[in-house]
């Protein structure tokens, strides 16, 4: 089955970087849309970045300019890249991808989420 793994969270100190990868697996055709979301508790999931296919990207008003989105086709491999890391960044964050397995039908995958910890 399909299966998402996400890589790259951990401790970094304000205005340090991190770099996120998440790797889709699995009978996959097609990749679409390729995004990142983040979750703190109590809270709800929300969009930090998305991609698609032909590579425009969009961005929460939060995260402009400080974190980029990218796509790696070839290798069903998608990253964000975050400079400028602040305390209120501190998260779990999770990818997300819509992907056909058989042409029929598109459907929503996530990761099992990867933490982010921002200390100030």
């Known amino acids: 089955q399909v299966q998402l793994a996400e890589s790259g969270g951990g401790l970094v100190q304000a205005g340090g970087s991190l770099r996120l990868s998440c790797t889709a697996s699995g009978p996959i055709f097609s990749i679409s849309t390729m995004g990142w979301f983040r979750q703190t508790p109590g809270k709800q999931r929300e969009l930090v970045a998305h991609?698609?296919?032909?590579?425009?990207?969009n961005y929460a008003d939060s995260v402009k300019g400080r974190f980029t989105i990218s796509r790696d086709n070839a290798k069903n491999t998608w990253y964000l890249q975050m400079n400028s890391l602040q305390p209120e960044d501190t998260a779990v964050y999770y990818c997300?991808?819509?992907?056909?397995?058989?042409?029929?039908?598109?459907?929503?995958?996530w990761g099992q989420g990867t933490q982010v910890t921002v200390s100030s």
């Open positions: 991609i698609t296919s032909s590579g425009s990207t």
């Open positions: 997300n991808a819509d992907l056909t397995t058989d042409w029929s039908q598109w459907k929503g995958y």
